[in-house]
T-cell receptor, first 112, second 117 residues
C-alpha cells in the first residue's frame, strides 16, 4: 500500500531564508500529490499540487519538485515569512483511488 | 471558493454520550470524508462517502458511524464516546471522479476539537 512520510518533524528557519520540506513515498503507482499547510487551530489548506507527468511546478513563492526515480517530493518556500509558520504535509494518490495517503507533517518555525 | 463548514470548533462531552459532528459543503461535491488527526499520527481516515446514502469504511471506523442523507451534509456519530476518541476531527470534500486534476483536490473544514472526559 501507499506510504507517505516526512524526513524531519521540525524545521526552524530565519525570516527571509528559503525553506525546503521533504516527503518520501513508497508506492510507485502514486501519480498525484498535494502539499497542504495547516496553521494552528485550523484545517489543512491546499498549497500546490503536482502530477506524476511533471517534475516541477511553481506557485507564488512555492515550488514543488517531484523525483519519481527515488520517490521523493519536496516543497520549497522562497523568502520564508513568519506567516509561513505552520505544519506542512504531503498527500499522495494512487491512480484510480479516491483516498489519499497523508504524511505526518513537518512543523515549520520561522524566526523573525 | 469551496466552503466546508463544521458545526462546532470545540466540543466537550462525557464518556458514554452520543456525539454528532456535522459537516456541510457548498460546492455540490460528490465525495465527503471524515478524518481524525492526532499528534505524531497524522490524518487517519474514519469513513468516506461517494454519494448520498453511500458510505465506506476508512482505516479506523471502529466506534464511529456516519450518515449522508443529503449531498451537502455528512455526519459523524460517536455512538458511545470514549476518552480515546479525544481528537481533532476534520471533514473534507472533493468533486467526484478520481484524483489527478486540480479540481479533484480535497478541501478541508476548520476542524472540531473534541474532548471526551
Amino acid at each position: 500500500g501507499e506510504s507517505v512520510g516526512l524526513h524531519l518533524p521540525t524545521l526552524s528557519v530565519q525570516e527571509g531564508d528559503n525553506s525546503i520540506i521533504n516527503c518520501a513515498y513508497s508506492n510507485s503507482a502514486s501519480d498525484y500529490f498535494i502539499w497542504y499547510k495547516q496553521e494552528s487551530g485550523k484545517g489543512p489548506q491546499f498549497i500546490i499540487d503536482i502530477r506524476s507527468n511533471m517534475d516541477k511546478r511553481q506557485g507564488q513563492r512555492v515550488t514543488v519538485l517531484l523525483n519519481k526515480t527515488v520517490k521523493h517530493l519536496s516543497l520549497q518556500i522562497a523568502a520564508t515569512q513568519p506567516g509561513d509558520s505552520a505544519v506542512y504535509f504531503c498527500a499522495g494518490w494512487e491512480g484510480g483511488s479516491y483516498i489519499p495517503t497523508f504524511g505526518r507533517g513537518t512543523s515549520l518555525i520561522v524566526h523573525p | 471558493d469551496v466552503k466546508v463548514t463544521q458545526s462546532s470548533r470545540y466540543l466537550v462531552k462525557r464518556t458514554g454520550e452520543k456525539v454528532f459532528l456535522e459537516c456541510v459543503q457548498d460546492m455540490d461535491h460528490e465525495n465527503m470524508f471524515w478524518y481524525r488527526q492526532d499528534p505524531g499520527l497524522g490524518l487517519r481516515l474514519i469513513y468516506f462517502s461517494y454519494d448520498v446514502k453511500m458510505k465506506e469504511k476508512g482505516d479506523i471506523p471502529e466506534g464511529y458511524s456516519v450518515s449522508r442523507e443529503k449531498k451537502e451534509r455528512f455526519s459523524l456519530i460517536l455512538e458511545s464516546a470514549s476518552t480515546n476518541q479525544t481528537s481533532m476531527y476534520l471533514c473534507a470534500s472533493k468533486t467526484g471522479g478520481l484524483a489527478g486534476d486540480r479540481t479533484d483536490t480535497q478541501y478541508f473544514g476548520p476542524g472540531t476539537r473534541l474532548t471526551v472526559l
